[in-house]
């Protein structure tokens, strides 16, 4: 129960906060959240208040979404996804301090970027990670951009926190979220949210291309193309 509360509210929260919700008597939501942190399930945030998810579950989340009969009918969205297309598609998930690419489907293009399935990308810089930023309500936006190291991988880069956070409103108010040649020199993407049933950002699709093949402007055009295809895997999500 205590889980199931922490993974419905998608931001660290603390003992009190679940239990509004969980009514448990104040001893036991308290052992409850020691017993969790202790086996890795649970881990506290650097506020010292707040908890958020531990490596032992994020690794269990992991292993579902992966679990063969749901990555086979996600690869064949994403199939179809990069042949309409024509680059290669990613979709990420929000670990603790990055993204986390859990399935993608090359090009078929000789020059292709390569970032296999396990690569873990910045928040900042990145596509999927600045859409998941988008999703963050304005505390914990803040709060990320004010602490990370926004160290600038190319020239583009946006390395300055209110820059940050006003591109992350600007995001979610557009539904999708770019990547200029921020993380990684000539490379572009464009990525989408893939959303649970209520609406809440579970992880993204996107698309990466090099520069030289294909401009940020005309890799916008893909952008309701890539959203029908987070519709079906939302859905794909429902139906599980």
Known sequence: M???AMAEAGVPVTPTEVNQ???LPKPTIHRLFTTLEQ???IQREIDGRGYSPGLRLRKMSTGILSSLRIRTARLAILNQLADEIGETCNIAIPDRDAMVYLDRVETKWPLRIQLPVGTRVPFYCTASGK???SS???RH???Y???ADLAAKTATTVSDPGQLMAEAVEIRERGYATDNSEFMEGMIAIAVPIEEGNGRLVSTLSFHAPEQRLSLTDAVAHVE?????AANLTSLLADD
Request: glycine letters at 8%; aromatic letters at 8%.
């Open 136 to 138: 963050l309500d304005r």
């Open 131 to 133: 859409m998941y930023l």
């Open 21 to 23: 919700r969980l009514g």
């Open 225 to 229: 193309m890539l959203k029908a295809a």
């Open 141 to 143: 936006l803040r709060s």
């Open 145 to 147: 951009a004010m602490s």
């Open 2 to 4: 205590v889980l199931e």
């Open 39 to 41: 086996e890795g399930f």
